[in-house]
């Protein structure tokens, strides 16, 4: 069966230091990669998906970005982080005929 | 106008209701749709998805009315475990989901 994993589960940083998060998941090939965005009592915003190795596309402009080094892995990154990015960080995953969505335990990121 | 809408709630219900939450969207292009359950300060996990007119699984039955552009979810026999934010999905186009602000769920003892 298919899994994801999202590391760290909750990360604290002050602003303007980088960001580094990571998204695998397991028992799936070519899988589509999301990375989404909930901040407090607020709804899911898209920031990037991905259909293949080094394919990124962004659906807001930020000071964020994404890679996918690996077919399975995805991350998301910041050079200088803003009090605004605080939020609950989603990773998600999609494949095969269907287009149901699966998500990670997600990060939860408090910039002070 | 937002493309997914729902009423925020919260809905209180005592143990043993049925409770009906409703959402519209707004893309007439909506091929499917989907319903998530999201627990508090956790990830949203899939509950159902809808495809053609409905669907049904166990006590949740979800109905989709494509020429008003809704989508009901419908839980009954209500148990404590159901409180939750059940989060409206809808897919515009090339696996872009929609999210709804989602509807909150209180199951009283």
């Known amino acids: 069966s298919q899994t994801i994993h999202q590391w760290p589960a909750t990360l604290v940083q002050p602003v303007g230091s980088p960001l580094s998060l990571e998204c695998t998941v397991e028992g799936t090939s070519n899988p589509n990669l999301y990375w989404y965005r909930q901040a407090a009592g607020r709804g899911l915003q898209l920031l990037f998906y991905s259909v293949g190795i080094g394919q990124i596309s962004s659906e807001v402009p930020q000071n964020l970005s994404a890679s996918r080094p690996q077919d399975r892995q995805f991350i998301l990154s910041s050079k200088k982080l803003l009090l605004s990015d605080s939020g609950f960080y989603l990773c998600a995953w999609s494949g095969g005929v269907v287009d149901e969505q699966y998500f990670g335990p997600g990060t939860r990121l408090t910039v002070t | 106008r937002k493309e997914v809408e729902q009423d925020p709630g919260p809905f209180n219900v005592p143990e043993g209701a049925t409770v009906a939450f409703n959402c519209t969207y707004s893309?007439?292009?909506?091929?499917?749709f989907f319903w998530y359950r999201q627990d508090c300060r956790k990830e949203p996990k899939l509950l159902m998805s809808?495809?053609?007119s409905g669907n049904e699984d166990g006590r949740f039955t979800a109905q989709l009315n494509r020429a008003s552009q809704y989508i009901s979810l419908l839980i009954r026999d209500s148990k404590l475990s159901d409180s939750a934010t059940y989060l409206c999905?809808?897919?515009?186009?090339?696996?872009?989901?929609?999210f709804g602000g989602g509807t909150r769920l209180m199951v009283k003892p």
């Open positions: 893309n007439s292009a909506s091929q499917s």
């Open positions: 999905v809808a897919n515009n186009a090339g696996n872009m989901l929609t």
């Open positions: 809808v495809y053609s």
